[in-house]
């Protein structure tokens, strides 16, 4: 079964980096791409990055491009969500998932815990 763990949240000031790591296990890891959602409170879950199968391929909403960057280590079936500049819009619950395409296309039903990601100064 599909499991997601999401790591590495916690308390950022404006301005500075976190980095979120995802362990996957229950699937192909390398026949999925892989995507970080967030979620704030009071609104809708939103997609913010993903990486194609073997990594070649990244894609960012406008509002993270240039500040967050996606990777993944298909030996160790981890996805990871390096977060720079951190900005006020940025807090959320933070998840990780797996869909047959990098975007536009249905990811797994199982979600996992998520990292929460506050930033305060």
């Known amino acids: 079964q599909v499991q997601l763990v999401e790591s590495g949240g916690g308390l950022v000031q404006p301005g500075g980096s976190l980095k979120l790591s995802c362990q996957a296990s229950?699937?192909?890891?390398?026949?999925?791409?892989m995507r970080w959602y967030r979620q704030a409170p009071q609104k809708v879950r939103e997609l913010v990055a993903a990486?194609?199968?073997?990594?070649?391929?990244?894609k960012y909403i406008d509002s993270v491009k240039g500040r967050f960057t996606i990777s993944r280590d298909n030996a160790k079936n981890t996805a990871t969500l390096q977060m720079n500049s951190v900005q006020s819009e940025d807090p959320a619950v933070y998840y990780c998932?797996?869909?047959?395409?990098?975007?536009?296309?249905?990811?797994?039903?199982?979600w996992g815990q998520g990292a929460q990601v506050t930033v305060s100064s």
């Open positions: 229950g699937f192909t890891f390398d026949d999925y791409a």
């Open positions: 990486i194609g199968r073997t990594g070649g391929t990244t």
């Open positions: 998932n797996a869909g047959p395409t990098i975007w536009g296309t249905a990811p797994f039903d199982s």
